[in-house]
Every structure is written in C-alpha cells, then in structure tokens.
C-alpha cells in the first residue's frame, strides 16, 4: 500500500512541476507582452490617423525629384490633381517625343493608357524643357506614377513617382527656392541670415554641391534656427543652359503651389529688398496685389573685394547704372479677395552681388533704387 502512496505521490509532484513550469513559461510571455506595450504603447487605431504637412517636423514639399534618362529625353519631377498629370522634362530639340503616357496604380499590376500632350516652357539653341501632360479620368484612386514612351506599343517601366497637389490650409507666407550655384559658405549662411532677418523662413535648395554634413546641421537645428530648409538633388543632365532657371521656376511654382502664399526664385547671391519696410510680412499685410505675380526689378551691385568681415549686404555700394530695365517675377499662389486698388509702385529690388575688377561703366551711389524708378 505504502509503495502505491509513494508512487501517486511522486506522479502528483511530476504533474504540478510540470503545470508550474507551464504557467511560469506563460506568465514570462505575458509580462513580455505587457512590457512592449508599457513602451510603445497600444496598437494604432487607423481610423484616428489623420493627414499631415510635415514629416519628422520638417514640411513636406514632395517627393524628392531626380533627373532620369530616357530613349530621347529626361524627365525630372511630377505633380497630379484630380485630373492631370503633370511632369517636367527636358529634350533635345529635333529628337523624338514621347506619345504615350502610362498611369500605375496601387492596385493593380498594370498600368493605364491616359491621354498625353506636351507644352514648351523654355528652349535655347540646344535644348527645350517641357511640361509633359498626362489626362485621366477622375476617380477615388488616383495613380503614384507615370511612365512615358516615344515607340508604338512599347511599355516603360521607368516611373516617374508623383506629388499630390493637397488642398492644406495656406500658413507659409513666403518660399524662396534657391538654384544650384557654386557653394560658399560664406553666401550660404549670409542668404539664410538676411531672408531670415526679413521673415523667409521657407526655403527650398536645388543643389549639387552643399556638403552634407551642412544640410543635416540644418535640418537638426531648423527649430531653433526657426527656418524650414529642404534640399532637393540637382543631377542635370546637360551642362549650364538657359533652360535650368525656368526648370527650377517650374518646380517651384508646383510644389509650393497651394501650401505658400508667395513664392520667389532667388540664387545665393540675389538678395530681396523690401523698399518701404523691413519685413515682407509687414510689406503685404500693408498692400493687396489682384494679379498672380509682382515684377521685382533687378540691379548689379560690383563687389570689388571680399577680405572684410562685413556681410554683401551692407559692405557694398557700387550699383551698376543700366539704362535695360530687368524685373524678376515674385508671385502669388492664392488669389487676394479684397477691393483694394492695386498699388503699382515697385516696393521690392532684387540686389545681384557680382565680383568684379574693373570699374569701368559701373556707377558708385547711395541710393539703391530711387535713381531706376525714374528710367
């Protein structure tokens, strides 16, 4: 009897070991668990996500655009609304253009026909830059890319990513984009510094040679430099041409087009002078303006040397006399809905600091705009 006792005994105790190690196992899972979710939290609810401008707290210009090659021609950026697609490219005059467009949707595996034309924005003796347009029609789901072919059926499967046009609401006031030039250090912090001093806060860079380690400075320190800088990759294609300021005006205008109320193209070396106040925003809360864009006149200014420590802007005065009266266009994203009339005289200059080692037809002044008002 006593060997039966000993025996369940022993059977009792192997049986509780076991469940005690069983739920040891699954209380050690569970505390895991609770331990993940202590940390990251609960699971998302998609239902609660909501749309966003910014993406890390930087804004959200677009997908990044970056030229590529095709049969006959380059294609660089594209933009869609609800009914076309639009995407800047570049060709070389006398090629062949393409005569189709393809539309890829999420979705599905193949991509849709649209119907394609084509609109010349600009062309010198070599090159044309172009808007190549897609037309679909509307719907709830609106294509990621497009692909472009100059062969009779002949499918591409080089995209072009898209950027949403998005209906936000406006809170920028001003975006200059800035073109590539040569990197200075020197033009580069003195650019931001001043637009910054005149309310920019905006900026978006076309560039080629900015040191990375610059941009990431920037963009970790945008809050408390409270500016908002956004590099963009230039790998044009071709070497210097007209066409590459009208590409970049382009851009600009599709990119910033309703998320900033004004835009201007400006390079490191062009300053914007407001005439009858010391802050842009202080100039169009003052004025109302009913056409898209204002024309900005534009003068030289000679820098004949650089070993002061001064900034461009204070350190020169040397204004070219130019009887040929330049404007660049600074322009309007949203349309102004007061009564107001329209106040004609110019209010803005474009400053352009160029080196220089002859004087020669070049005129000292004081004034730096009083004199051209009255060409």
Same mark, same amino acid.
């Given at each position: 009897?006593?060997?039966?006792?000993?025996?369940?005994?022993?059977?009792?105790?192997?049986?509780?070991?076991?469940?005690?190690?069983?739920?040891?196992?699954?209380?050690?899972?569970?505390?895991?668990?609770?331990?993940?979710?202590?940390?990251?939290?609960?699971?998302?609810?998609?239902?609660?996500?909501?749309?966003?401008?910014?993406?890390?707290?930087?804004?959200?210009?677009?997908? %990044?655009?970056?030229?590529?090659?095709?049969?006959?021609?380059?294609?660089?950026?594209?933009?869609?609304?609800?009914?076309?697609?639009?995407?800047?490219?570049?060709?070389?005059?006398?090629?062949?253009?393409?005569?189709?467009?393809?539309?890829?949707?999420?979705?599905?595996?193949?991509?849709?026909?649209?119907?394609?034309?084509?609109?010349?924005?600009?062309?010198?003796?070599?090159?044309?830059?172009?808007?190549?347009?897609?037309?679909?029609?509307?719907?709830? %789901?609106?294509?990621?890319?497009?692909?472009?072919?100059?062969?009779?059926?002949?499918?591409?499967?080089?995209?072009?990513?898209?950027?949403?046009?998005?209906?936000?609401?406006?809170?920028?006031?001003?975006?200059?984009?800035?073109?590539?030039?040569?990197?200075?250090?020197?033009?580069?912090?003195?650019?931001?510094?001043?637009?910054?001093?005149?309310?920019?806060?905006?900026?978006?860079?076309?560039?080629?040679?900015?040191?990375?380690?610059?941009?990431?400075?920037?963009?970790?320190?945008?809050?408390?430099?409270?500016?908002?800088?956004?590099?963009?990759?230039?790998?044009?294609?071709?070497?210097?041409?007209?066409?590459?300021?009208?590409?970049?005006?382009?851009?600009?205008?599709?990119?910033?087009?309703?998320?900033?109320?004004?835009?201007?193209?400006?390079?490191?070396?062009?300053?914007?002078?407001?005439?009858?106040?010391?802050?842009?925003?202080?100039?169009? %809360?003052?004025?109302?303006?009913?056409?898209?864009?204002?024309?900005?006149?534009?003068?030289?200014?000679?820098?004949?040397?650089? %070993?002061?420590?001064?900034?461009?802007?204070?350190?020169?005065?040397?204004?070219?006399?130019?009887?040929?009266?330049?404007?660049?266009?600074?322009?309007?994203?949203?349309?102004?809905?007061?009564?107001?009339?329209?106040?004609?005289?110019?209010?803005?200059?474009?400053?352009?600091?160029?080196?220089?080692?002859?004087?020669?037809?070049?005129?000292?002044?004081?004034?730096?705009?009083?004199?051209?008002?009255?060409?």
């Amino acid at each position: 009897m006593k060997k039966y006792q000993q025996l369940f005994l022993i059977l009792f105790s192997l049986i509780s070991l076991t469940l005690f190690l069983v739920y040891r196992h699954e209380y050690n899972r569970l505390h895991y668990i609770l331990e993940v979710f202590n940390f990251f939290g609960t699971p998302c609810n998609f239902s609660e996500l909501r749309n966003s401008e910014k993406v890390l707290e930087h804004y959200d210009w677009g997908q %990044d655009p970056v030229w590529q090659e095709h049969d006959n021609y380059y294609t660089f950026s594209g933009f869609i609304n609800e009914s076309c697609v639009q995407v800047i490219a570049l060709e070389v005059k006398g090629s062949k253009s393409p005569r189709k467009c393809f539309l890829w949707y999420e979705n599905d595996g193949d991509p849709i026909l649209g119907q394609m034309s084509s609109n010349v924005i600009a062309n010198d003796h070599e090159l044309q830059a172009l808007i190549y347009i897609c037309r679909f029609r509307s719907s709830e %789901d609106l294509p990621y890319a497009v692909s472009f072919t100059s062969k009779p059926n002949y499918l591409v499967n080089k995209k072009v990513t898209l950027t949403k046009i998005e209906n936000w609401p406006i809170t920028i006031k001003t975006t200059v984009c800035v073109p590539p030039r040569k990197f200075s250090k020197r033009e580069f912090v003195e650019f931001i510094s001043f637009h910054r001093l005149i309310g920019v806060k905006y900026f978006i860079f076309y560039q080629n040679s900015i040191p990375n380690r610059l941009t990431k400075f920037l963009s970790n320190l945008a809050e408390v430099l409270d500016i908002q800088a956004t590099f963009l990759h230039w790998n044009f294609p071709k070497f210097s041409s007209s066409v590459v300021e009208n590409i970049i005006e382009k851009d600009c205008s599709l990119r910033t087009y309703k998320k900033s109320r004004t835009r201007v193209v400006l390079a490191l070396n062009e300053y914007l002078i407001p005439l009858d106040s010391y802050s842009l925003l202080t100039l169009f %809360d003052n004025n109302t303006y009913h056409s898209n864009f204002l024309d900005v006149p534009i003068q030289k200014i000679c820098i004949t040397s650089n %070993d002061t420590f001064q900034p461009l802007a204070v350190q020169n005065k040397n204004i070219l006399k130019d009887r040929e009266l330049r404007v660049r266009k600074f322009n309007f994203n949203v349309e102004e809905t007061k009564n107001t009339p329209h106040n004609n005289k110019f209010q803005m200059v474009i400053n352009v600091y160029e080196y220089c080692s002859n004087l020669s037809g070049w005129r000292a002044q004081i004034q730096l705009f009083l004199d051209i008002q009255q060409i």
